[in-house]
């Protein structure tokens, strides 16, 4: 079971499995979440301390909840930013879901209608509140031992 305590900022941080997938992070073992270049999806990368949770979800392709990443090195400049005005954060995998949760069955669930998933649905890098947390690791049928299992 995760460890979410009062500290604990919880998240949703989308990429396209075909440019940067889970299993791409469990080979890294931790990556660098860059190339943000929205400001409010930037703002929460700002927000990010080490230690804070993010599901990790695959959009365009799938369009599914897959895994759940933690903050490791919070407070980064953009790499790929020559300006330097974009923010980045470091990633480690925890734990990959029993069963994806997909964008659909999210959108059909009546208590996750005011998800930032749903609501802002451009937005890449999402906020999530512990009972939406909590609602989709239920969905999902919890994690699967190991990291990338």
């Known amino acids: 079971m995760l460890s979410i305590n009062a500290d ?3 998240w949703l941080m989308k990429s396209e ?4 997938s889970w299993d791409d992070l469990v080979a890294e073992g ?3 979440w ?3 270049r929205n400001h409010l ?4 990368l700002r927000t990010m301390k ?5 599901f990790f979800y695959h959009s365009n392709i799938g369009k599914e909840i897959v895994g759940i990443a933690t903050i ?3 407070g980064l400049t953009d790499p790929t930013d020559p300006e330097g005005k974009w ?10 879901l029993v069963h994806p949760v997909t964008l659909k069955a999210i959108k059909a669930t009546p208590d996750l209608a005011e998800m930032e998933l749903v609501r802002l649905s451009r937005l890449s890098v999402c906020a999530v509140r512990l009972p939406e947390w909590e609602h989709v690791l239920a969905m999902a049928g919890g994690t699967r031992p190991g990291v990338g299992a």
Not at 41 to 44: D, I, L, M, S, Y
Not at 50 to 54: F, I, N, Q, R, S
């Open 8 to 10: 604990t900022q919880l």
């Open 50 to 54: 080490e230690g804070d949770l993010a």
């Open 17 to 20: 499995p075909d440019v940067y």
């Open 30 to 32: 931790e990556g660098t």
């Open 34 to 36: 860059d190339g943000v």
């Open 41 to 44: 999806a930037a703002r929460n």
């Open 72 to 74: 490791s090195v919070p």
């Open 87 to 96: 923010a980045a954060v470091k990633v480690r995998p925890v734990a990959k």
